[in-house]
């Protein structure tokens, strides 16, 4: 599979080989096929477990991932904890009175956090349409530019010095013109802007280009690690102001590290050449928001049990050298929604110096304090961890389905975005806008397992996710005002709900949760430790495999039941 996977990859592009005009038309129309193929063999035969320091292992290539362990419950936030007077079960209609607190003045806002990656074009040879209108419909706010497969907007394909080799950035100068090809890269920036969306630069590479295959990743030596910064600085010059308007607010260094797929050399030689590419495009562009590098997935499950070394070592080195990045930007693919609240706060720890990482040379500092945490790649999973022992295990096939195609996944990653939502993460961008193979709805093929939260279809027929993610925006766009609300509430018999509650700028109230567990949980919010048990003042909206939550549905008996594989937008009128 390794040999086909290098063979299928390596598809010369204009610039390479002559080859016969029917194979070149055969092999770019399998392009995105196999690439799937491909991205699934390595997520399958790799491991994200973060090793101790010596010779790494290939890390994953997909941003598929790991079914990630969660900590101990953590009463902070009631996880895991009895439910209390104003919150609780009513033992005698097997209903659970919900508390929806006052304004929450700690963290007062719910986060606009509505970004995807790639899109709205398709990837490269897709057989899926442009989704500009499918994105604004579900309120998806922003685009990380990531795995076209073509490597647009990507210095691959940017900065080109020629020669034998791809990338090639050596034998030709960054401050020279002609060493720049734009047309692709333009035309896919102009396409975010034209659907309405903001875009998040990422300056970095993708796991395989389907056109023409990478012989190495990332910079190979100091000129070209050079060369690349300057480059870089050019890139963002180019994007910062476009059509005579203010483009760009976020840049992000780098994605999934470390990772042998992005990153072909040692760590240290990646940390000293990022803190210098973030040094150069911060001081040429103060006011935009600079981080990275996209912590792989494999180094926040370590993290999350204490064990973070190579995320240590980063900001070990940018403290020793008085680099504050605006932001750190980190990966997790899990089903585990309490697994992206304990990545936060470990993180978090680690900023701090607290905690499990109090020894830590920053700790009491306060160096890092105004460092905030972006999630640059997170969605769900396909593999099981075995509790962190051994290498992960792909999940049924079935499985596989309902968590990235059906309702299963769509109330996971709610609570997932739920739990982030309660955490102070500043931005998150979901793993990815649109399948890349043949998948319509109804029919099997190698994409069944695919992430997006659209199809493939000449239609972009949507899935139960992407309407979900509707109801995410309408609690970020019409009730912004953050509540105080137990996120993780359970029922003792198998219900559990995560839980998100906001204000609207005129005082209406509306709860979104998930129901996560495997039976059904009925609930009445209680506001000022009343219930609000008057069907008239109360409509939802539902998500499952039937409802694509854009219709209010009426209650039906005391209180609203909600099934597992579930996702409910609660408005209570005043």
């Not at 599979?1 to 016969?20: E, F, V």
Request: glycine share 10%; aromatic share 10%.
């Amino acid at each position: 599979m390794s040999k086909l996977c290098t063979s299928a990859t390596n598809i010369p592009s204009g610039r390479s080989l002559p080859m016969s005009s029917k194979r070149r038309a055969l092999l770019l129309s399998l392009a995105p096929l196999l690439a799937a193929l491909c991205i699934s063999f390595f997520l399958y035969k790799g491991q994200s477990a973060e090793l101790p320091p010596g010779p790494e292992p290939m890390a994953r290539s997909s941003p598929v991932g790991i079914d990630a362990s969660a900590q101990p419950a953590d009463t902070r936030y009631g996880i895991g904890a009895e439910p209390g007077t104003a919150s609780g079960l009513d033992a005698a209609q097997q209903i659970y009175r919900l508390a929806v607190g006052s304004p929450d003045t700690h963290d007062p806002h719910i986060q606009p956090l509505l970004g995807v990656i790639s899109g709205p074009a398709p990837s490269h040879a897709s057989t899926g349409p442009d989704l500009s209108a499918q994105l604004r419909d579900i309120g998806v706010t922003a685009i990380r530019n990531q795995d076209y497969f073509d490597d647009r907007l990507d210095l691959e394909q940017i900065f080109f010095c020629g020669g034998t080799s791809y990338p090639s950035w050596e034998g030709c100068s960054p401050h020279d013109d002609r060493s720049y090809f734009w047309d692709l890269s333009d035309e896919q920036f102009q396409n975010i802007l034209d659907g309405g969306l903001r875009p998040f630069l990422r300056l970095g590479g993708e796991v395989q280009n389907a056109v023409r295959r990478h012989d190495f990743k990332g910079p190979q030596n100091s000129i070209q690690e050079e060369n690349w910064i300057e480059a870089a600085v050019r890139v963002v010059e180019r994007y910062k102001y476009w059509n005579g308007q203010k483009a760009l607010e976020y840049v992000d260094i780098w994605t999934e590290w470390p990772a042998r797929n992005f990153w072909d050399r040692g760590n240290f030689e990646f940390i000293s050449f990022w803190a210098r590419a973030y040094q150069k495009i911060k001081a040429a562009h103060p006011d935009l928001k600079v981080g990275g590098p996209g912590f792989v997935a494999g180094t926040t499950v370590k993290l999350i049990m204490g064990r973070g070394l190579k995320a240590q070592a980063f900001l070990r080195y940018l403290y020793q050298n008085g680099i504050r990045p605006d932001w750190i930007g980190w990966h997790l693919f899990s089903n585990k929604p309490l697994a992206f609240l304990d990545a936060a706060r470990a993180y978090q720890d680690l900023l701090d110096g607290r905690g499990r990482f109090s020894n830590v040379e920053w700790a009491g500092t306060g160096f890092f304090s105004d460092v905030s945490q972006i999630v640059d790649a997170y969605g769900n999973a396909i593999q099981a961890s075995n509790g962190g022992q051994g290498r992960p295990t792909l999940l049924p096939q079935e499985r596989i389905d309902s968590i990235m195609n059906g309702a299963e996944g769509a109330a996971v990653l709610t609570a997932s975005w739920i739990a982030m939502q309660h955490s102070g993460i500043v931005g998150a961008y979901y793993y990815r806008a649109g399948d890349t193979g043949l998948d319509a709805r109804g029919r099997r093929s190698v994409q069944q397992g695919a992430p997006g939260l659209f199809y493939s279809d000449p239609q972009g027929s949507p899935k139960p996710k992407a309407h979900a993610f509707r109801l995410w925006s309408v609690m970020v766009n019409d009730y912004p005002a953050k509540l105080v609300v137990e996120p993780h509430q359970e029922n003792g018999a198998g219900g559990e709900l995560w839980v998100l509650a906001g204000q609207s700028r005129d005082s209406w109230t509306a709860v979104l949760v998930a129901n996560v567990g495997s039976s059904t949980m009925t609930w009445i919010p209680t506001l000022g430790g009343k219930p609000v048990d008057d069907p008239n003042r109360l409509e939802f909206y539902q998500v499952d495999q039937d409802h694509d939550g854009r219709a209010a549905l009426r209650l039906d008996g005391p209180g609203i039941h909600t099934p597992p594989s579930t996702v409910q937008l609660v408005v209570i009128h005043p």
